[in-house]
């Protein structure tokens, strides 16, 4: 009878679990749940006839059967309730020795599951209410109140042993009829004896493939050989991770991708071949899902694990699924490719004329759509000239220096517009066959048409990129346009290595969207050509960490110089935007009257050569500056030399006059402009378009103020082709120099309550370190606004560190973080600037600048620091410091900042690589160290920092440097949450 009863229960079970019928080469039934029951015997978890001891006696009845039921059970994504199928049977067992008329009984049931955590799931889903411990609490893994030494970590018991969970079992025994008759122990032996049989069972040797949605790659930014390169951006690469969790191994494994339509599976291509995976082993397979051209939204993407000649011990776990969103450029005919429509060759940097031409291509955009009549333009074209090609030769030089820079731009734009517009291609082969050469002259016209939002952020000394800026906004700009006009799109990051500024540009062609996993951008770099990118290295890619205000790439690509958020995407441009370009006008006007400013304090001329040609001014006593033999000279005192090369920029003392000798290096043609300043005006005496031979010499006479009336070449007398005078008087208050949107007061406004407290200026040439303290003296309170001192440094400028400010008594106040701004002809960090906000007491107080080694002096300042201090009249309490307090949470280019301050001490830490602060407030400002897993240690993982709080306590920013010497490492930029 018992076998009879077991037979048929087997048989009840082989029909719910059918085998998968069809094609040898297809998967099973997604829907399939429980195969592995059809390997297990119930009689194996049932106590038998003879399994039992004296006073228990076999009643002969056993009911088996596959049930299933829902609870909650801890997975990689956490929590989740699932449905699960599972074995169980009950059975009674007679207690002998008692009354007949009050006979007693035991009742076993038996649940039976594939994996101990769902029998742990089962037992806290139903025995939370129950009296599990001697205290009563409920269900509680690894409690043993039988305590027998075989439930010692695989299993738990109650006190008395009514339950009993072993592995993946679990026991329930019941008191039935005359229950106060039961002789006492009766329950605690029955459980002994079940535990006897179930921990003798052997479980079945077979393959237990198993798949987990976080193992479904779309993208994988590391060095890998999981994803293959993806011929067309709708051709999405797909890389499932296959874990065998049995106890053989697993042959012929496939994994069939599907895309999940309400009940429906549309099977995706073919099953992709993963292999033999042993025991305990993972192997991968990649798959590629057509889009057939289409953008995916909200597209559940399912994968199964099979194999073709054996059933999976476990089906229930050999499906995954990911929600996923792709968009991705189209252009009517086909998705773009980053094996067909990018170059093979590398960036490339600047040389010859190139820096010069697209400056004078800009120029001429801008100052060309200003209403006024020719000479006006023309002077303004020249004047604007030195400013700018300054800071682009600077910045191209510099982002050239740390893997940056080059025709980037050109590049990207160029490859996205011969995409998407095949007649404006100069050839009618693909991309990626053009040499340079074939490709180089569009390369250069679409450069410049991209360079106007870096042009606008240079002219402004980067503040106005800062608007457009952040990895939730590029995100949000890339997805509007791949999902929208289906256009690839510019995206250009920004960062500092020391006191070097690089800049970069790629383009971005699609965009990746996994239900709970950061979006990832996949672009073209004109850094990495395909030849670079070869796997083991992942396509090139971005990904946007938009919770921690960050974002990554691969480590090939090396841009971990790039800060965090300074990053933005714009649509590629066929020509410079008119509204652009009217925009920038007011921006350059303040420029050129800054310059203007400069040349004017200093009591200088500037002289500007276009080679090809070398320039050389001699003084009344025969000092000389210029280029001699292709060597700078510099002996004319005050003198300095702002660029060479193509273009040499001179600003020389006003006073002196001077003897001009040009000398033609090359054939071509020969610009010279004196630019003086009158009051607050700008004069300029241009000579344009001079041709000359290779060895041509001209020469002239600079009189004191600037004043040329010719040059001389042979017996020809050359005239000037303008000689014209600018009124600069109302280009100072041109630039916005904040976003009209905010509602902050303005500059303007802020100066009007200013008062300049100290000035230590001077019009001559400067050295370094200075020989005499900067004092000055308060006769009253004043709020101290702004510091700036100035770090010419022989043309080189020096890295910000910090300004602080002293009392007769060796009290300070700061140190506070200085921000670096442009001096003359562009260089970087000349002047450092801080914004303390402290209010100080009357008295004589003594500025401090961290490296007075490269302060600017002379002997004009008496040996001391050249610096400027304003404030305003306070009536604030005496002798403190704005500041607010930094504790608190705080969003940061580096992940989430925890911090906590107590008194003027502040510690903290910070997400990426398990980060520590650790510094001291100084108002506003922090100054301190933060380190990083795994060592903890300077210089590798750990070093300086120092930040600087806003005026409203809602922001930081600063910068970090490994370890405690050289220059500044990066920046570190944060908002309170």
Not at 422 to 431: F, M
Not at 677 to 687: K, L, Q, R
Request: aromatic share 10%; glycine share 10%.
């Amino acid at each position: 009878m018992i076998g009879q009863r077991l037979l048929i229960c087997l048989l009840f079970m082989a029909a719910l679990f059918p085998a998968a019928a069809g094609d040898e080469t297809s998967p099973p039934e997604v829907s399939s749940p429980g195969g592995w029951m059809e390997d297990i015997n119930p009689a194996d978890y049932a106590l038998l006839a003879a399994d039992l001891k004296d006073p228990f006696k076999f009643e002969g009845e056993i009911n088996a059967q596959a049930s299933s039921t829902g609870f909650a059970i801890t997975t990689s994504k956490g929590l989740e309730r699932q449905n699960v199928s599972f074995l169980e049977l009950t059975q009674e067992v007679s207690i002998e020795g008692m009354p007949e008329d009050c006979r007693g009984f035991l009742s076993l049931y038996v649940a039976v599951f594939d994996s101990s955590e769902k029998a742990e799931a089962f037992c806290q889903e139903h025995f939370q209410d129950f009296g599990f411990t001697e205290d009563f609490s409920g269900y509680t893994p690894g409690y043993n109140g039988l305590g027998d030494p075989r439930l010692e970590g695989k299993g738990a018991s109650s006190t008395g042993g009514h339950i009993v969970q072993f592995e993946n079992m679990v026991a329930r025994i019941y008191e039935l009829g005359c229950i106060n008759e039961i002789p006492k122990g009766s329950v605690d032996a029955f459980a002994r004896l079940w535990l006897d049989k179930v921990s003798k069972i052997k479980s079945p040797e077979k393959p237990d493939l198993h798949l987990d949605p976080d193992h479904i790659y779309l993208s994988y930014h590391k060095d890998n050989n999981l994803l293959q390169t993806e011929i067309s951006a709708d051709s999405q690469a797909v890389a499932v991770e296959v874990k065998n969790m049995g106890t053989v191994e697993a042959k012929d494994v496939r994994v069939q991708l599907y895309l999940k339509k309400g009940e429906d599976l549309q099977p995706i291509g073919q099953p992709a071949y993963v292999g033999d995976i042993p025991a305990g082993s993972t192997k991968s397979g990649t798959a590629f899902w057509d889009l057939e051209g289409k953008n995916a939204e909200g597209a559940i993407l399912q994968a199964q694990a099979f194999m073709l000649n054996e059933k999976d011990a476990i089906e229930e776990d050999n499906n995954a699924s990911i929600t996923v969103n792709i968009y991705y450029a189209y252009n009517g005919n086909r998705a773009y490719s980053w094996i067909d429509d990018t170059y093979r060759f590398d960036n490339y940097g600047f040389e010859g004329r190139e820096t010069e031409e697209m400056v004078e291509g800009l120029l001429a955009t801008v100052v060309g759509n200003m209403q006024a009549d020719g000479n006006f333009l023309s002077a303004m074209q020249r004047l604007l000239f030195p400013s700018t090609f300054m800071r682009f030769w600077n910045y191209s030089i510099e982002s050239m220096d740390v893997g940056a820079g080059g025709h980037c731009y050109g590049m990207a734009a160029t490859s996205a517009l011969y995409f998407t517009d095949r007649g404006s291609s100069p050839l009618s082969k693909p991309t990626s066959q053009m040499s340079l050469e074939e490709a180089s002259t569009n390369i250069a016209i679409y450069h410049r048409a991209q360079m106007l939002p870096l042009w606008t952020a240079m002219i402004s000394d980067f503040r106005f990129f800062q608007r457009d800026q952040s990895p939730a906004k590029c995100h949000q700009a890339v997805k509007d346009a791949l999902k929208d006009s289906r256009e690839p799109v510019i995206i250009e990051f920004f960062g500092r290595i020391g006191n070097k500024t690089a800049g970069h540009a790629v383009l971005a062609y699609k965009l990746i969207e996994v239900q709970g996993r950061e979006p990832v951008i996949y672009v073209y770099d004109p850094n990495f050509p395909v030849s670079k990118a070869k796997p083991p290295r992942s396509m090139p890619q971005i990904t946007l960490e938009i919770s921690n205000n960050n974002w990554k790439n691969p480590a090939y690509m090396g841009y971990m110089w790039a800060y965090a958020s300074a990053i933005s995407a714009h649509p590629v441009f066929r020509q410079i935007p008119l509204e652009d370009v009217n925009a920038l006008v007011p921006s350059l006007k303040k420029s050129l009257y800054e310059m203007a400013e400069v040349l004017r304090k200093a009591n200088a001329i500037m002289a500007v050569l276009r080679c090809p040609a070398d320039a050389v001014f001699t003084d009344v006593q025969g000092r000389q500056t210029g280029i001699v033999d292709g060597q700078i000279i510099n002996e004319i005192p005050g003198a300095e030399v702002l660029a060479d090369g193509d273009v040499e920029i001179y600003m020389l003392p006003a006073e002196g006059s001077y003897s001009l000798f040009i000398d033609a290096t090359d054939q071509g043609m020969v610009d010279l402009d004196v630019i003086r300043t009158e009051d607050e005006s700008a004069g300029i005496t241009s000579f344009q378009d001079m041709a000359v031979q290779t060895g041509a010499q001209m020469t002239g006479t600079i009189q004191a103020g600037g004043e040329i009336a010719n040059l001389q070449s042979g017996s020809e007398s050359i005239p000037p082709s303008l000689d014209t005078t600018v009124d600069l008087s109302g280009f100072a208050g041109e630039a916005l120099d904040k976003d009209p949107a905010e509602g902050s007061t303005s500059d303007s406004e802020v100066e009007a309550q200013e008062e300049l407290i100290m000035e230590i200026n001077t019009l001559g040439g400067v050295g370094n370190a200075p020989t005499s303290p900067v004092q000055f003296t308060l006769d009253r309170p004043y709020t101290i606004t702004r510091i700036r001192t100035y770090h010419w440094n022989y043309g080189s400028g020096q890295t910000p560190g910090t300004i602080a400010i002293q009392d007769a008594s060796g009290n300070q106040y700061g140190p506070w973080a200085a921000t670096g701004e442009l001096g003359m002809g562009g260089v970087q960090d000349a002047y450092w600037v801080v914004e303390p906000g402290a209010v100080l007491p009357s008295g004589v107080y003594t500025l401090v600048d961290s490296d007075p080694d490269t302060w600017s002096q002379n002997s004009e300042t008496g040996g001391r620091g050249v610096a400027h201090i304003w404030g305003i009249p306070s009536q604030s309490e005496e002798g403190t410091v704005q500041s607010c307090d930094w504790s608190g949470t705080w969003n940061t280019d580096w992940g989430t900042m925890q911090l906590q301050q107590s008194g003027d001490k502040v510690t903290g830490n910070y997400t990426h690589d398990q980060g520590r602060i650790d510094g001291t407030a100084f108002g506003s400002q922090l100054v301190g160290t933060w380190s990083e897993a795994p060592s903890y240690s300077p210089p590798d993982d750990g070093g300086d920092l120092e930040i600087v709080m806003s005026e409203d306590c809602q922001s930081f920013s600063g910068s970090w440097r490994y370890g405690s010497e050289g220059g500044w490492s990066g920046g570190w930029i944060g908002s309170r949450q």
